[in-house]
T-cell receptor, first 112, second 112 residues
């Protein structure tokens, strides 16, 4: 158990809909990273938040957004969903030193 | 985004055999991490490497940070059935902050 929690575990929704994925980092970690894992793209970095502030963006679509709240949990919002958004979405958290990221169990999103 | 070139893509071995896999890049990395992912789960950190030439072990796993800082290797000795899974390398670059770039993964199958 990495100490990172994600909900829900599975999500099935229709095209055009909007969903919110939730992540709680390890106790004490201020950094949260979101990744998308699909069969043809591997693990792709989406966005990084540190202590409530956006720090870096990767290949994140404009239809996607994220935020980190004062209690340090983070939410990834996916809107106008398309079939191609079906993937595993992971969050990871990192401590104050080093670059070791600890991953949550992921949310499997299926868009039908 | 930039990907790390990880090889081999897949390996089929007999229990007890040793395994080697590697990651290469055309760019320099400051940190190399190795993760293992089981089906439906999040990646689990195995080993972290921070210094060129560093050789680090974790049980039957040994990883090395290449001298050129453009590659890393992971060896698994005396494989067992529970070693089955996908192994990912990940690297951190000075120019990319704390985000990680992932290799495409090596699918390991161990036959009892």
């Amino acid at each position: 158990d990495s100490g990172v929690t994600q909900t829900p575990k599975h999500l099935i929704t229709a095209t055009g809909q909007r969903v919110t994925l939730r992540c709680s980092p390890r106790s004490g970690d201020l950094s949260v990273y979101w990744y998308q894992q699909s069969l043809d793209q591997g693990l792709q970095f989406l966005i990084h938040y540190y202590n409530g502030e956006e720090r870096a963006k990767g290949n994140i679509l404009e239809r996607f957004s994220a935020q980190q709240f004062p209690d340090l949990h983070s939410e990834l919002n996916l809107s106008s969903l398309e079939l191609g958004d079906s993937a595993l979405y992971f969050c990871a958290s990192k401590g104050p030193s080093g670059y070791e990221q600890y991953f949550g169990p992921g949310t499997r999103l299926t868009v039908t | 985004g930039q990907q790390l070139n990880q090889s081999p893509q897949s390996m089929f071995i007999q229990e007890g055999e040793d395994v080697s896999m590697n990651c290469t890049s055309s760019s320099i990395f400051n940190t190399w991490l190795w993760y293992k992912q089981d089906p439906g789960e999040g990646p689990v950190l195995l080993i972290a490497l921070y210094k060129a030439g560093e050789l680090t072990s974790n049980g039957r796993l040994t990883a090395q940070f290449g001298i050129t800082r453009k590659d890393s290797f992971l060896n698994i000795s005396a494989s067992i059935p529970s070693d089955v899974g996908i192994y990912f390398c990940a690297g951190q670059q000075e120019t990319s902050g704390s985000r990680l770039t992932f290799g495409e993964g090596t699918q390991l199958t161990v036959n009892p």
